[in-house]
């Protein structure tokens, strides 16, 4: 399980993220030179099934696996190649630096899975995400936005 590895990968005396994140960092960097994905995008949760001891694992019973790592994907929408990747690790999680801290959680994974990818992409994503906030914030980034709209969106 490439999880669990990532898992002891670093620094022998890291802990919580900086134990994986420096190594997510260069397999995202290869995943991104391999492949520049299609205009259809889509950005969601993704749960990577883990058992062991980790701060930032999570418990969810309505999830297949029940006890996982959350994180957040941009796939290609034609071929679902993972094009990025954000590993939640709740108040520490390292959403792009340039963004305004008090932007919404949805403007923060968004900004930082979208990072480095063009303009012009349609992009595709629950109802977890869709606020008029993050509609706004993709249309002045030159995005398109498809998604599962909530009742009080308007009021978002």
């Not at 957040?72 to 108040?91: E, K, R, W």
Request: hydrophobic share 35%; with cysteine; charged share 20%.
């Amino acid at each position: 399980d490439i999880y669990f590895t990532m898992l002891h990968a670093d620094e022998e005396h890291s802990e919580g993220k900086d134990k994986i994140e420096p190594f997510m960092n260069v397999l995202l960097k290869k995943y991104r030179a391999a492949f520049y994905p299609y205009q259809e995008l889509s950005i969601d949760e993704m749960v990577i099934g883990y058992k062991g001891r980790w701060k930032f694992k999570q418990y969810n019973a309505s999830k297949p696996s029940k006890y996982h790592i959350k994180t957040f994907g941009l796939c290609d929408s034609a071929t679902g190649y993972v094009h990025n990747i954000l590993p939640y690790f709740g108040a520490d999680t390292s959403y792009n630096p340039e963004i305004d801290y008090t932007s919404s959680h949805a403007v923060k994974i968004f900004d930082t899975l979208l990072a480095n990818v063009g303009t012009g992409h349609k992009i595709y994503a629950d109802r977890f995400y869709t606020t008029r906030v993050l509609v706004d914030y993709l249309l002045e980034h030159k995005q398109y936005y498809t998604g599962t709209l909530n009742i009080n969106f308007l009021c978002n």
